[in-house]
Every structure is written in C-alpha cells, then in structure tokens.
C-alpha cells in the first residue's frame, strides 16, 4: 500500500499536523506526519524505528535458551506469547515432543497473557477516549495475574519461565489456588468493566462506524487477530491450526461484522471471557508427569543427578557454557498472540546459535493499515482509531 | 566578630538561607511531576505505579505531564536507541528548571540486555542522570524506592544549584 | 481442523506453477512439514499474482516477507523468503528466492499491500532493492548507521556510536 508522499498531497488548506514521537495519545514511540485540511485527515504517514533494538542481530548471537529472554521483551504486554512461539519454532527443528503437562502450562500461561494484554489495552484505549476508571479496574486485575507469574516464574513482568521443551518449573499447589479464584471472580470484573462503556452513549459515539474495514481489504493488508475477526472473518490459529494441546479444549472465536472500532472493543473483551474458559480447562487437564522431555543433550538433567552422574555433569557443563546444536534446517510457525499472528521463521546451520530468526509481528502489519483506515476521518477518530488497532512498538520496530 | 556582626551574618543569614532552602526543597520533593517517557517495558511498570495498589499519588508524583515545560522530573522508562536520543534530549532542553531525570531500568542505565548497534548504552550518554533504578524491569516498588531516594537528594541540596 | 495438503513435490501448487512458469520453478522441497520452493527471481511477481488469484490455490495471505544472508553458503548470497497462506487450503507455502548482491527483485506490493513495509524492511536490513515498490526508505534504522545491519558483515555493535546530542545535531563517531 502506497504511502503518498506529504508534499504531493499538500495544497493551499491543508496543513501538516506532526504527532509524536512522544505523545500521551500514542502509546509507544511512534511518529506521525498526518495530512490534514481542517479537521479531517488526507493522508497519515507513520515514521517507525524508535524503539528499534536489533533484537533480530542480538539472536544470532545469544544461545537458544538466552533468546527466550530477548523474544519476552519483542512483545512486553503478553511475554508468555512471544515466547511461546519462539520455542515452539526451535522444538520443531528439534523434532522435539512437549509432554502433557508442559502443554497444559503453557496454554494456561498463554491465555493469562491474552487476558493481561488485553486489560493493558482496555486501560490504555478508555483513556485516550476520556475515561479513566476502567484503566484502574483494568491495571488491578492485571496485578492479580502478575502476582501469579511471580508465584510460579519469580518475576512479574518477563518471568522466563519456558523453555525449549517444557518449562522451566511446576505449578505449586498454592499457585494453582490462585489461578483458580483468579477465572473465579475475574468474569465479574470485565462485566464491571463492561458496564463503564459497552452501553455508554459517548463510548459508542467515539467508536461506532469508526475506522471500519472490509474483511478483503484486511486480508489484502495482512490485518489479524481482532481486527480481521472483526470484520466478520473467524480466523484464529488456535483453531484452525492448533498448536499445544489446543486441540483438546473448546472455546469460541469472537467475530464480530462491521470491522469498525466499536467491534474491535467486543471482540476484545469477549476473548478475554474465552481465555478464562481455556485456563480454567487447562486447570482441570492438568495431569502428574514429567515437565520436559528427557533429551538430556537439549534439555538439562535435574541438579541432583548432575553431582553423581559423569554424563548428566557434561549434559549441564555443555548446554550451559556452549548452549545445544540445532539440526540444520528452516522452519516456521505462526501462533495467535493477542494482537493477532505472530510468525517466527527460524533458519538453523547445526550450531548452538541460530543463523537467521526472524519475528513477524501483527502490529507491523496493522500498522501499515493506519491510513487506510483513517483517510477521510477526522483527527479525533484517529486516536480511536489507532488505540482500537493495539499497536504494540516494541513488536513494530523490534 | 562582634555579637550583632555574628548575629546578622550567622544566626540571621544562614539560619533564614537554611529556613528558605528547606522550605522550597520540601515544596519540591513533595511535588515532582513527572514527564514520564514510555518507551518500552518498563513504561508498563511506571503506569502500575500509579495504580492501585502501589499509588504514586501518595509521594505527590502522579501528574503525569503530556507537555515537557509542565514537568519537573523524567522518567526515562525503557530502552533509548539511537533514533530516540535525539528526542530524549530535545525533550530534556525542554523541561524549566529545576528538573531532575531518574533512569527507570537496565535498559535506560546502561543499555541492558540490548548491546547491539541500534541502542544507546545508557540514557547518561545524552542526559545528566540522578537516579539510576536498576532492574528488568523494576517492580513498582523499586520506582517509589527511587523516587524516595531522589527525594532525598533534593532535600541534601540548596534550591540555587538548580534555577 | 483443515485437511492436510500433500507437501513437498506432491503440493498441488508445485504441478500447476511447473505447468505455467516452467523452468523458473527451480526446486521444491520439504522442511519440517512445509513445502518450499525455490523461484527464479525475475517471475517471482507473476508467480505471486498466479498463486493469489488461482481458484484451486488461492494464497490470499502474504504471511511474512524477510531476507537471509547466506554469504557463501549458497549460490546466491541472499535469499528472500515469502511465507504465503491460503485460508482455502488451510496451507502454508514457503517460496524462496536467490538474490546475488546488486540483483532486484520485483516488488509484490501490487499483489499483496501487506508487502509495502516488509519489503522496504528487507531492502534496509539487507540491501536488497524492490523494483517499482512505492517507497523505498528506511524504515527502523538510519543512514548513519553505515550499511545493512542484517548482513553477516555488518558488526553487531555497529560501525558508529553517538557522541554528544545538541541543539545543532548528533554528532557521531566511528565506533573503536
């Protein structure tokens, strides 16, 4: 899609209108150059790479294991995501089988993170609309899901807690008590959530008939997640290729028709109420076994035989100072994050480092969208417009 | 010195030069208003501490200012690359004085995990910085922690070091 | 759930592009489950074009778009990688492309818009020029930077470092 050049578009009252990098309306780092005659927008052209960090450089030089770490910060609101993908990538390279319980985790895991991303974004959009409570019934529900990681990972945000062919620990008894009144009473707080704005006249005036796509234009642009099943198109990988147990679980795809703002709103907070269904599936799925496969060369022994056992001594000492080989080889995987298809194609030449590993994320692609999505509207819309679209910048710029 | 010299040059000056000074120091540290720059991870852990149950608003700091000529103190909450310094520091010439910078994370402090050749190695390398607040990102607590300790420096300082 | 396509040389796509483009098909193969396949570069839009609009095929989804430098590992020394997906087939297809330093390739924006930034991504990262796409300019890096950060010469922590920032400008030098 063709960004037409700013000078072109400009003539005798248009004025060009420079939001950003740093703006309270634009969550992120992110600059735009919007064309504007009066109010109403002729052409938005975005300037992305503030935020650029090389991560996609720094890969090829860090060990699988260590990668993990970076590919949690590529998409900070859902860690677990990004993550996920990223060792699923690596373990099909390996040729690598996930045993049930880790399976089990990293779904329950996952949709916690669907949830969190989601009330990032809630907060983070009634705010740009003017109303701020639901930020701080959004942020306080998000405590409760950090305070789990911090039960189970040791850190709330970036917790580190998968590892290629499992995860790195159990879930505690304790832990797994608080998932579950977590799914509980969590319900009950989107409907507050819900009861601020579904209904709500200026709510729906801000966001209805707003930023409106066909479902063959957000194809064309290459629009998922919300977005695309917004516009009526019940594409969601969970579903149509299901990855990690998903297969075993029931849920809905929330799909909506008008592919406005407003319908990105529902489809939003209706996933949420499904993630909670999934996690509290997952919660009842989960059977004793064992965490990781037993690959000693990939996955490293427990502590305990690494004193006695010469073998499981250089397992650790291996994986540890060098990091494992990958067979050569190319693979690609695409999981459902919160803002739609992230794709990790990973290019392997048999050493502990990965030749080529490549993140596309959704934000990169729905951001391109902005124009289409804005020309002709005014600048008002365009904050709407652009928050109901949950541009993440660390995922654009990486 | 006789006892009017020492009275009007010691017990009036100084004692009402220490009387202004911690009256202005107190108005300062109790108010900082913070132009807090979301750039990445970190951002998130900033905007959670304004929110329950962590409340900036108890240390006065929760008027996040949009404009840089209404703030006090910048947060600079997440990874600068070199794109984004430029910015940092126009933003930074922006803010009147008396203005103080608190370098939120790794990232902000010394580049952390991200050493490559799109990051800048610490947000000190284009702004004076006056607390550094280490972690990845830090919790809630470690900001107000800094906070606190930035408001200890303020009330160590004399109120003319910055005007 | 979708049926699963036949991969490798059996993928329907295989036949149908031999039959149409004849020898730019130069090679198909299998890697974890998905068929690649390796396309002359000066088809690779009319093979894009043919793969969206077949009613058998129709890859309506331009999934990913991104180069690789495989410096003398291969014949050519870059390769762009097209990750395509058709919601008819429920498939995903890997098309490659050999790229020699210098070479253009011709830009997809007109088949899929979603190309418009990954291949302005793939020409800054890698050097890798898009003949006819609309904009070509950097997009996440800078011209300071001096070169194609993803290409295996490039150094990791870059060629310059920042010195000082003022009123007047950044001022840059080359990194010891």
Known sequence: MAAPVVNEVKSAGTMVLHMGPVHPGLHGILSLDVTVAGEVVLAVRPSVGYLHRGIEKIAENKTYTQIIMLMERLDFTAPMISAFGYCLAVEKLLDLEVPERSQDIRVIMAELSRIQSHLVWLANYSTDLGSTTPAMFAFQQRERILDIWGMVAGSRMHPFYLRIGGVSRDISNEAAEHISEFVETFPRRIDECEAFLTHNQIWIGRTKGVGAVSAEEAIRHGLTGPVLRATGVAHDLRKVHPYSGYERYEFEVPVRRQGDAYDRYLVRINEMRQSVGLVKQGLAALRPGPLCADVPQVIPPPLERVGSDAAALIHHFKIFSEGFSVPEGQAFIAIESPRGEVGIFLVSDGSPRPYRLRVKTPSFMNLQALELLTRGKTVSDLIAILGSLDISMSEVDR | MGVEEYVARTLITVGLDRAVNWAINKARKNSLWPIGLELACCALEMKASCMPPYDLARFGAELFQPSPRQADLMIVAGTVTNKMAPVVRRIYDHMAEPKWVIAMGACAASGGLFQSYAVLQGVDCVIPVDVYVPGCPPTPEALIHGILQLQKKIEEEHFSDRI | ?176
């Not at chain 3, 396949?37 to 793969?51: A, E, K």
Request: charged fraction near 25%; aromatic fraction near 10%.
């Open chain 3, 1 to 176: 759930m979708m049926m699963p396509v036949s991969q490798g040389n059996n993928h329907p796509a295989v036949h149908k592009l031999a039959r149409t483009f004849g020898r730019s098909v130069i090679e198909a193969a299998c890697s974890s489950g998905q068929t690649i396949l390796t396309i002359g570069r000066n088809d690779i839009g009319l093979v894009c074009r043919f793969l969206r609009d077949d009613h058998d095929l129709r890859y309506d989804h331009l999934s990913d778009l991104c180069g690789v430098d495989y410096q003398d590992k291969k014949p050519t020394r870059f390769e762009v990688v097209y990750q395509l997906y058709s919601s008819m087939l429920g498939d995903r297809l890997c098309i490659r492309v050999g790229v020699a330093g210098g070479d253009r390739v011709p830009t997809v924006t007109d088949v899929w818009p979603a190309a418009d930034w990954l291949e302005r991504e793939c020409w800054e990262m890698f050097g890798i020029y898009f003949d006819r796409h609309p904009d070509v300019r950097r997009l996440l890096t800078l011209d300071e930077y001096g070169g194609f950060p993803l290409r295996k010469d490039f150094p990791l922590r870059g060629t310059v470092e920042i010195v000082e920032v003022a009123e007047g400008g950044v001022t840059w030098r080359p990194r010891s």
